[in-house]
């Protein structure tokens, strides 16, 4: 659940994007993890509607410590993708690794957490 006010809009690194409302200091709690989620596993995932699934394939990700699908029911969903982040996890919290300005878009590194067989495409450069 994030726990920072942000605003959701464009982002320029794909779709929607968070962008935070204020300035965040570094070491801040930005999302607590296992609040606003939803859980699935492998086996209830193969029982979706096509239609479902796409949304999950989009939204969610693969808890490999708690080998299930984690669905974000909140806006942490568009947390984007950066090989450079400035919102890091620890534990069950996700952290500003840095001081993030006001207007900023909140990024995470989604590598760590993607299987090792898991295409991911990259929008970095």
Known sequence: MLIVPIVLKKSLIKGK???AKRK???GSVVVRIGEKERYYSKEQYKFFSSKYKKIL???AYWDKKQNRLVYPLD???????SCEPNVL???NIDIAARD????EELTYDYRP???KHEYFKCNCG
């Open 17 to 19: 994007g968070i962008f």
């Open 113 to 115: 957490i993607l299987d």
């Open 57 to 59: 394939d989009k939204f």
């Open 75 to 81: 806006n942490t969903k568009y947390l984007n993708h």
């Open 100 to 103: 993030i300005e006001k207007g």
């Open 89 to 91: 996890n620890k534990g």
């Open 24 to 26: 965040i200091k570094k």
